[in-house]
C-alpha cells in the first residue's frame, strides 16, 4: 500500500496520536527480542513517546493535540513508570483493567470512544492510530464520516501481519515503523537472581532429642 507523503498537505493539520500499548509493547516484544510477555523485557517508554512524537512531525504538517497513551493496571491503579508517563507534555495516559490473568479489559472501548469524541467535536482533522485490533474499524469509520482523516500505524511483524486486514482495508494512509525504529527502546529484563535458602540449624531441643533417640 501506497505511504501518503503528508508533509506536502497544503492546509495546516491539527491530529492526535492514539497509542494502543499493549499491540505496539506485544509486537514490539515479539519482533525484537522473541517475548511473549511483557515482563520479559524492559521500555524507555518516555524516550520511545518522544520518538512517535517527532515521526508523526515530520509527516503531518500542522499542530499536535496530544498524544493518548492506552495501557491497563491492576484496579486501573497506575504503575510508578505509567505515572511518570502521565508527566510528559502533550500525553494523557488512559488506563484499561488489567485482571488477574494479565489481561486488558477496557482498553479498546475508551480508544473507539476517544478517537469518535475528537472526530464529533471537530477537535482533529487527522488521527495517527497505533493499533492492530478490528475492534477499531467502526471508530474509524465513524471518524471517517465526521471528516477526519485515519493514518493507520503498525508495528514490522516478524512474518506475516499483525493487524487485521479490515484495518488496514477502511484507514487512510499505512505506515508499518520498522524494527530498527523500535530497537534501541526495548531491552530484555534481566533474569531473576534466585535467593539462596539458609540452611537450617537445628535447635539445642532437636539435637538432645536426637541423641536421646539414638
Known sequence: ?????????????????????GYLYAAAGEVLLGAKERKEYRVAADELIQALQKHAEARIHGELLRIYWYDAARDRVPTVDQRVIAQLPWVKVRLGNLNARGQQKGVDAQIRSDLEALARHHAVSDTILLAG???????????????????????????????????????DTVEIISADFLRSFFSRAPAPVPVPVPPVTPSPAQVFAGRTAA
Open 1 to 21: 500500500m501506497t505511504i501518503l507523503d503528508l508533509t506536502t498537505h497544503p492546509v495546516a493539520a491539527k491530529y492526535a496520536v492514539l497509542v494502543d500499548v
Open 133 to 171: 485490533d478490528e475492534d477499531m474499524v467502526p471508530a474509524v469509520e465513524a471518524a471517517q464520516a465526521y471528516g477526519v482523516r485515519i493514518h493507520l500505524w503498525g508495528v514490522e511483524p516478524p512474518y506475516g501481519t499483525n493487524q487485521a486486514e479490515r484495518l488496514v482495508w477502511e484507514s
